[in-house]
């Protein structure tokens, strides 16, 4: 070491002036070593696997996307298709109804109609019906069963009649 | 002279500037990152830069001294980004004290004094890696690249006192750290 301007802990040391002489020495020959060595292509090589890398990256996100597009189009294809066949069996059932519902509402209908339409040929009708269950109820009436005929010959004859 | 010719000449001191100071600005940043691909980005960068401002160089300093300079900013510069972003990779690519300490030559030694100054040339490294920026950067351009205090204090923007100042103090670490009381 060649210093014109030592400072006083440099001077008085050996001990550590050789230590720091054998420091520098090591110093140089790794200096020399790492000089001197042939060169590798280090940054390409990490620059192309930084590169294959991003690539994958992206070429699996893209794959990610396009599979989550293709599920999300055919969920909603299967919803639409639930949704449809729901509203065809809604449409089935309520037509259904309806047609059930029609017969009993036609028949319902003439007969008001018909009722509008004829109130003194029903009243005439029910007339002749009464009248008819009264002749026969006099008639009835009149005639004596045969179980009862002997004693009905007995009141003739003791002239209670 | 014409102006070409001026630029020739200029282009050609700079060529044998790079040739001469190349191998030592490139031994400092070793020193300091114990990062060869680093220290040899670095020390491109710092060619680099000193290329762009070669016009602006007055000589105020010597050549040395002026890419000195360069090259400690740069360093600077590195660690306040490295901090920020990827300081882990960078430690994980810095070797460590006993790596650093193998390139030890023989010399006349034998195999244990061989051995004894390896463990002490490791001793110093761990050192100077307690050291702060400052101080490293001071004391490795006085024991390793051989500066006087006033190169030095060019080179780092300081001034002699605190140069020794800091020196004094990175030596003291030194001696602890070979005595074992650190």
Known sequence: ?161 | MTAEAAEEIAAQDFASIVESHRPQIFRFLLASLRDVDLAETLTQECFLKAHRNWKHFRGDSSAMTWLMRIAINLQKDHWRNRRLQFWRHTQANAIGVDEASDWLPNGERSAEQQIVAREQVAQVWKAVDGLSARQRTVFLLRYVEDRELSEIARATGLSEGTVKAHLSRALARVRAELRGTR
């Open chain 1, 1 to 161: 070491m060649s210093w014109t301007d030592k400072l006083p802990e440099e001077i008085d040391d050996p001990m550590v002036k050789g230590v720091l002489e054998n420091f520098k020495a090591s110093v140089d020959a790794w200096s020399d070593a790492a000089y001197r060595r042939p060169r590798t292509v280090v940054k390409a090589a990490r620059h192309n696997l930084r590169l294959a890398a991003t690539w994958a990256l992206g070429c699996m996100l893209a794959a990610g996307s396009l599979a989550g597009g293709l599920y999300e189009r055919h969920r909603r294809q299967e919803l639409a298709r639930v949704e449809a066949s729901k509203a065809a069996v809604k449409a089935a059932e309520q037509k259904a109804a309806q047609e059930h519902a029609s017969p009993e509402k036609a028949v319902n209908v003439k007969a008001t109609a018909v009722t509008k339409r004829q109130p003194t040929a029903v009243k005439k009708a029910a007339n002749e019906n009464e009248d008819l269950l009264a002749s026969v109820d006099s008639d009835v009436s009149r005639q004596v069963p045969a179980a009862m005929e002997p004693l009905a010959q007995m009141m003739v004859d003791n002239g209670t009649d």
